[in-house]
């Protein structure tokens, strides 16, 4: 080759080399220029062309300068992820950093940065798919982040992503250490001069939500009433375009779900829970449909709806909640780590309709929706536990329904087994051991066996011995050891149970608030045990057995009055306030008493349930209709006598032409131009219901 050819070679290169470093300024440039404003405007645009440019200049870099390109567009993928939920993205974000974090990395001065961003995409990835070494990588490599952060503000981000990390650990395997770490380090963060503005919103919304979740597990109110607070100071802060203020808004509604809960009742509990729906209301309303943070914000106002149905027992609180469950559940990406605690609680607003209502088809739903909950935990999940339990207590309903053995004995076993599961101290166990107890009971009264009633008894008394004074589940549990002390003076006739069914029963109506429907079952076996008591008398009507029929009469009353409590305690309730005033020849008020009992058949058996179903829950109440007439006509209401008489005895022939009635509006609806198909598909889903049976129901329970 000639000198000036390579001369001339020698000029071109360098002419290239030139020309590329130019073009690589020119989309560093833009791409600075793109990846300032997506953080401004946080808009998906902004998003897309920071991860288009950041890719073209990458492609045009030598390999010496390439890392910090390579952390931007992690970093970018990754927030693009969060913001539209592309699985995609995440992947790549971890592929990209992974060799960046290692400690022989190509980019040793940037490892601690890469660190940093791979414990962030992890924990997002164990958000989304659950896997358990994702967390476990996420914690190690935060860790390693934080130590080598020097002092300031990417220290303090460090510790605050650990935190959130050390939380998701402690739901996953119930380690306490974790979960005090994280509170402490979401304190020590929140504290950090090195954070202001959204950083320091941040930081103060997982202190938020790690102090909680602490209460949740502990119950102790001082860290709700923190929890709360820091909520309200995250607020206050927040301005209105900040890309965390929904999170504020959902972790600070859960807190004073929380707390309205703990409080019961009153102008605070009210106040809490009306505002813990309003900022549950507002993250759905502004999170976009395709983001990933849309079903955990359904599945909260869901909670929130049935948390105030447990108030008011109003059932279109309960018919929110079981609404907004179906939607979380419909949004919710595949093997989201939350997504058995979005099916355990849409299960348990099914079974709390069905309790109300006594639907199979909710029963079944709901066991069917708890067993995939069941399903899609690890064994040694903190969760399984509760969930199995969960299962085990709507098996023990539906052995109600169908007086079946075998679903009553997996019932307990399934119980047994989730006790087994939980660690001595768990805040679920006297719950835990007063579901068990109700389910002994029940093959007790079954079988006549007293050694499961004196075992019923016993979980009992350890459920309320286990409760801290002011818990909010003191009612229920006392409730359900009352019963068992009522099933076992059934079977013996000993007075110690039946003062002990009367002293437990006023204990748990005395910690009840007023308006809990819950109340009722108290009350009604108080009210039944009053009743007893009068009878055993020396003559069934001297002074005290005297007291205690008038007092059983005024119980039970407000037992079938008791808004929100399922119809088939109401109705029970009020045919034996009747039977009391009866024995009192109170004539007058006995046939109140069987109005009220009578008028509650129809929603006691009423159309959203299958024809199976109606017929059962009549058959319970066998010569109601009678009673009630033969009481109006001693009270000399001869028309009310006649009245009740044809009432008790037409609520099938009334669903009858309910149904004629409702035929007529399908062929209304079937004429119209598009009706014909909605039509059909209704007739359709109202005949299969029809063809669904109680042993549809039974056949769905495990075999073994």
Same mark, same amino acid.
């Given at each position: ?459 009992? =008394? *350890? &459920? !309320?011995? $286990?409760?801290? #004074? /002011? ?7 006392? @409730? %359900?050891?009352? +019963? ?24 748990? =109506? *005395? &910690? !009840?608030? $007023?308006?809990? #429907? /819950? ?7 108080? @009210? %039944?045990?009053? +009743? ?26 407000? &037992? !079938? ?144």
């Amino acid at each position: 080759m000639l000198v000036g050819d390579r001369h001339n070679g020698g000029y071109l290169m360098r002419n290239r080399r030139r020309e590329a470093d130019r073009r690589a300024g020119e989309l560093r440039l833009r791409a600075r220029e793109a990846m300032h404003r997506a953080l401004d405007t946080k808009s998906p645009a902004d998003l897309d062309t920071s991860v288009d440019l950041l890719r073209a200049l990458l492609a045009t870099e030598s390999p010496g300068g390439r890392g910090r390109t390579l952390l931007a567009l992690a970093h970018f993928l990754t927030r693009r992820y969060d913001a539209a939920g592309a699985r995609a993205d995440l992947e790549e974000a971890i592929t990209l950093v992974e060799p960046l974090a290692r400690p022989r990395g190509p980019f040793p001065g940037l490892r601690t940065t890469a660190l940093h961003q791979l414990g962030s995409a992890l924990r997002l990835r164990y958000e989304a798919e659950g896997r358990e070494t994702d967390l476990r990588r996420a914690e190690e490599t935060l860790r390693a982040a934080v130590s080598r952060h020097p002092p300031g503000s990417m220290r303090a981000d460090a510790q605050e992503a650990l935190g959130v990390v050390l939380r998701l650990h402690f739901t996953r395997s119930g380690a306490e250490d974790k979960l005090d770490e994280a509170v402490a380090l979401g304190r020590l963060t929140s504290r950090s001069p090195w954070l202001q503005g959204g950083d320091r919103c941040s930081a103060l919304n997982n202190l938020t939500a790690a102090l909680r979740t602490r209460y949740e597990h502990r119950g102790r109110m001082e860290d709700l009433d923190e929890a709360v607070a820091h909520g309200h100071e995250a607020l206050s802060l927040a301005g209105s375009g900040l890309p965390q203020l929904p999170r504020l808004r959902f972790n600070l509604g859960q807190a004073l779900r929380l707390r309205s809960e703990r409080a019961g009742s009153g102008a605070e509990a009210d106040r809490d829970l009306t505002q813990a729906l309003e900022l549950l209301e507002s993250v759905v309303a502004t999170t976009p449909e395709h983001d990933p943070e849309r079903s955990r914000a359904l599945a909260g106002l869901a909670t929130a709806y049935r948390g105030r149905f447990d108030r008011s027992g109003r059932e279109s609180d309960l018919e929110k909640a079981i609404s907004w469950s179906r939607r979380a559940l419909g949004q919710a990406r595949d093997g989201h780590a939350d997504h058995y605690a979005m099916l355990s609680n849409f299960g348990t607003s099914l079974a709390l309709r069905f309790r109300l209502r006594g639907s199979s088809g909710d029963l079944r739903e709901a066991l069917g929706v708890l067993e995939s909950a069941s399903s899609v935990l690890p064994e040694d999940h903190a969760a399984k536990p509760l969930v199995v339990a969960g299962h085990g207590v709507l098996l023990w309903e539906l052995y109600q329904r169908s007086g079946e053995g075998t679903v009553l004995n997996h019932s307990i076993r399934a119980q047994r087994r989730a006790l087994e599961l939980m660690p001595e101290g768990h805040a679920e166990r006297a719950g835990g051991r007063s579901n068990l107890g109700l389910a002994l009971r029940s093959r007790g009264k079954a079988t006549g066996s007293i050694e499961d009633l004196n075992a019923a008894v016993g979980e009992g =008394l *350890a &459920a !309320a011995g $286990g409760l801290r #004074p /002011g818990d909010h589940r003191r009612p229920a549990v006392l @409730g %359900a050891l009352a +019963g068992s002390y009522w099933a076992r003076f059934e079977l013996t006739g000993a007075w110690s149970d039946l003062d002990d069914t009367v002293r437990t029963a006023e204990r748990a =109506l *005395a &910690a !009840a608030p $007023g308006t809990d #429907p /819950g109340r009722a079952e108290s009350l009604r076996t108080l @009210g %039944a045990a009053l +009743g007893a008591r009068a009878a055993m008398s020396a003559a069934g009507s001297n002074a005290g057995g005297g007291n205690d029929r008038r007092r059983a009469k005024e119980v039970l009353r407000e &037992a !079938a009055g008791t808004a929100g409590a399922p119809a088939r305690l109401r109705v029970d309730a009020a045919r034996r306030w009747a039977e009391e005033a009866a024995l009192l020849e109170d004539w007058r008020e006995a046939t109140t008493g069987y109005e009220a009992a009578v008028s509650g058949l129809a929603t006691l058996a009423w159309l959203g349930i299958v024809r199976a179903d109606q017929e059962r829950l009549l058959a319970e109440c066998y010569g109601l209709a009678q009673d009630a007439s033969a009481a109006a006509l001693l009270a000399g209401a001869t028309t009310a006598s006649v009245r009740l008489l044809e009432q008790g005895r037409g609520v099938m022939w009334s669903h009858v032409l309910d149904a004629e009635g409702a035929r007529t509006e399908m062929e209304r609806l079937r004429r119209h131009e598009e009706g014909g198909e909605l039509a059909d598909r209704l007739i359709a889903i109202r005949e299969e219901l029809d063809a669904l049976g109680l042993s549809t129901v039974v056949e769905a329970a495990p075999a073994g």
